[in-house]
């Protein structure tokens, strides 16, 4: 059984800084493409960052390239959303997602496992 717990949500002005953690636990997290979607109410998920099962390689939703960084950390089995310069339209439910395959995909029907998401409100 494969678990994604999603951690480092929270409340915080614009242009502020949060960095959510997903601890993955049940396989070997370093087989699996990893990847952040966010809902925000009344809308549809939507991908926001993925990066390949070696972190190498890293894909970002637009509105948030330069100021999303995604990473992970194998050995802790701990994917990270560090997030700078925070927007009100950033505010969502954030969710993270691990494939079953060590490839990423921006599709969120392709992701086998989620978190049960936390919270980012950004305040104006």
């Known amino acids: 059984q494969v678990q994604l717990v999603e951690s480092g949500g929270g409340l915080v002005q614009a242009g502020g800084s949060l960095r959510l953690s997903c601890v993955v636990s049940g396989r070997t997290f370093s087989a699996y493409g990893m990847g952040w979607f966010r809902q925000a109410p009344g809308k549809e998920r939507e991908f926001v960052a993925a990066v390949t099962w070696s972190g190498s390689s890293t894909y970002y939703l637009d509105s948030v390239k330069g100021r999303f960084t995604i990473s992970r950390d194998n050995a802790k089995n701990t994917l990270y959303l560090q997030m700078n310069s925070l927007k009100p339209e950033d505010t969502a439910v954030y969710y993270c997602?691990?494939?079953?395959?060590?490839?990423?995909?921006?599709?969120?029907?392709?992701?086998?496992?989620w978190g049960q998401g936390t919270q980012v409100t950004v305040s104006s």
């Open positions: 997602a691990a494939h079953k395959y060590p490839i990423v995909t921006m599709a969120a029907g392709d992701y086998n496992y």
